[in-house]
């Protein structure tokens, strides 16, 4: 266990970016042959905007893993955090971790990105992507996705967590994230089955209708087990799902300049401010 532990510990960038390309390859070849939607949009075009913002979260996540690996040897030195009091075998010091950081650093920071309105205006360009498909996995705001790192990094210090523990945990949701927004069709159940444990594809089609309530329930990225605890679980026809949202005119969804200043839109905000 601590080989294994150790590979993740060292991890390098390249690893992570391929780790990354191949589930983007991987899920949008699948949606080619076996998509939900029969779209007519243009997946290159819808694809860049999406790609593009993807370069910040690479680089926002780059640098959280320098700034981790210094947080590290912090801990190691001053044994502080939860983990460092349990005394228990690695392998459930391992599992209770990905446990808490799924629910912290995905649902629960997910959920107040939704609940606090200023955070909801990063958040909104998620959601503005009326064509979702796996590419929709890396559209995030930079800001948003630095509150999202902020808030597991907090985790890793408050556990004593080790950075290898981490870095083992975002590998696993990199496959996750690209699952459950691709645009892929399984059969319902199949889908439904699974959504019993982790998210799956239909589930977190219903987190990215463009109307309430559904736009504010299914918060989770692996384990569905959240959701269903804390009341934010729905699963519906999913054939009546529209993607989108009703504060937003959609003239501008693959605009990268456009949706960087989203946040800071007057209009925007103004639509937010009424529907929220």
Known sequence: ???????????????????ILFFLIFFWIIEGYYSFYKSNFNKWKHAKTNLLLLIFVILINSFFGIFLTFIDIWLKKTEFGILNILDTVLWKKVVLSIIILDFTSQYFIHFLLHKVRWMWRLHLVHHTDKNVDVTTGTRHHPFDFLIRECM?????????MPVSFYF?????????????????????????????????????????????????????????????????????????????????????????????????????????????
């Open 1 to 19: 266990m601590e080989e294994f532990l150790a590979y993740f510990e060292h991890l390098s960038t390249w690893i992570k970016g391929a780790w």
């Open 152 to 160: 597991a990094l907090l985790v890793v210090i408050i556990m004593g």
């Open 168 to 276: 083992f945990y975002r590998m696993i949701t990199i496959p996750f994230t690209y699952f459950n927004h691709a645009d892929i069709s399984l059969p319902l159940w199949l889908d439904k089955g699974l959504s019993y444990i982790i998210v799956s594809p239909n589930m977190h089609k219903f987190h990215h209708h463009y109307q309430q309530p559904w736009t504010d329930s299914n918060f989770g990225n692996v384990l569905s087990i959240w959701d269903r605890l804390f009341g934010t679980f729905i699963y519906e026809d999913p054939k009546i799902i529209k993607y989108g949202l009703d504060s937003s005119n959609h003239t501008d969804d693959e605009n990268f300049i456009f949706q960087l200043k989203v946040p800071f839109n007057k209009n925007e905000i103004k639509s937010i401010q009424k529907n929220k």
